[in-house]
Each structure stands twice: as structure tokens, then as C-alpha cells.
């Protein structure tokens, strides 16, 4: 079993930055890909960015530019900073991993609690 953790939420102004993290405990042999998704009230929960465990990277779209996943194997975290913060970027963020390269809403094998991040206008 697996456990994530998230921290690093919180209120920002429009344009700042925050920096996300999330700590990996338990049988982290199990974890490949890991990454971040999020939940804006009456929204459904979307992907927002994936690292795998050799580096590779993917984000959505419309945080391209802005926020940047990174990873420190050694102590099984993952990071997302998010820079130029808009409050479209207010939600729910939750961590997530998976025991393959891949990552998504439907395959995602373990989840955090989530952490709040709201961006004031």
C-alpha cells in the first residue's frame, strides 16, 4: 500500500506562485509514473501534469509555461510549481501515482487527500 501526502497549498495572488509537493510512503517500489490532478467546485476532476519514474513529463495545455512537474526519487516526491497563477487555477489539487508510465483519472492506483489552492483576482 501507498500513501501520499500533499502540502504547499494555500491563497495567492493572481500571477504569483506556489509550490506543490507530495511525499510517497509505504511500498513506493510499486510507483512509476506519478503527477498531479485537480478539482475546481462543480467541475470534474482533470490531469494537470505526470512525471515518470525516468523523468518523462507531460502537462495539460493550459498550464504549459507556467507550471513544471519535477520529481526527487530519492525521497519519493513529486513537485509542481506553479508559476503565473490565475484564478482559473483555483482547486482541489490532488496528488496521484500509478505502477505504470501512464497516469490518468481512471488508471491512477493511489490518491492523496488533496491540498486547497486559490488564486485571488
Known amino acids: 500500500q501507498v500513501q501520499l501526502v500533499e502540502s504547499g497549498g494555500g491563497l495567492v495572488q493572481a500571477g504569483g506562485s506556489l509550490r506543490l509537493s507530495c511525499a510517497a510512503s509505504?511500498?513506493?517500489?510499486?510507483?512509476?509514473?506519478m503527477g498531479w490532478f485537480r478539482q475546481a467546485p462543480g467541475k470534474q476532476r482533470e490531469f494537470v501534469a505526470r512525471?515518470?519514474?525516468?523523468?518523462?513529463?507531460n502537462h495539460v495545455d493550459s498550464v504549459k509555461g507556467r507550471f513544471t512537474i519535477s520529481r526527487d526519487n530519492a525521497k519519493n516526491t513529486v513537485y509542481l510549481q506553479m508559476n503565473s497563477l490565475k484564478p482559473e487555477d483555483t482547486a482541489v489539487y490532488y496528488c496521484?501515482?500509478?505502477?505504470?508510465?501512464?497516469?490518468?483519472?481512471?488508471?491512477?492506483?493511489?490518491w492523496g487527500q488533496g491540498t486547497q489552492v486559490t488564486v485571488s483576482s
Open positions: 496521484a501515482a500509478s505502477g505504470r508510465p501512464y497516469l490518468s483519472t481512471d488508471t491512477a492506483d493511489y
Open positions: 512525471i515518470t519514474s525516468g523523468g518523462g513529463t
Open positions: 509505504g511500498s513506493i517500489f510499486n510507483i512509476n509514473a
